[in-house]
């Protein structure tokens, strides 16, 4: 299992749009893929888990990848966020 810490820097938090971004690069690996934060665990997969969460700005978030293809799950995710999902 990879697990890495991050700092959500959307000022608008995580909706509709970065939601669908996380979900959608989530679902292209074959790990398990959560989201924990503030003790919940959010199912990376699925848009309606990520905002039903109600992730807001400067939230610690810790990605967590647990399978095959790990790795490259956990950096595609954590250069998503660094990068702000591109807004």
């Known amino acids: ?5 991050v700092i959500l820097k959307n000022e608008s938090g995580l909706h509709a749009r970065p939601a669908s971004e996380i979900a959608k690069i989530a679902s292209k690996y074959q790990s398990t893929i959560n989201l924990i934060v503030n003790g919940k665990t959010i199912n990376a997969k699925s848009i309606l ?18 399978g ?17 999902f591109g807004e």
Not at 53 to 64: D, L, R, V, Y
Not at 70 to 82: G, P, R, Y
């Open 49 to 66: 888990n990520i905002m039903s969460a109600g992730i807001k700005f400067s939230s610690e978030i810790e990605i967590q990848c647990n």
């Open 1 to 5: 299992m990879k697990t890495k810490k």
């Open 68 to 84: 095959e293809d790990e790795k490259s799950a956990l950096l595609e995710l954590e250069t998503a966020f660094e990068n702000n």
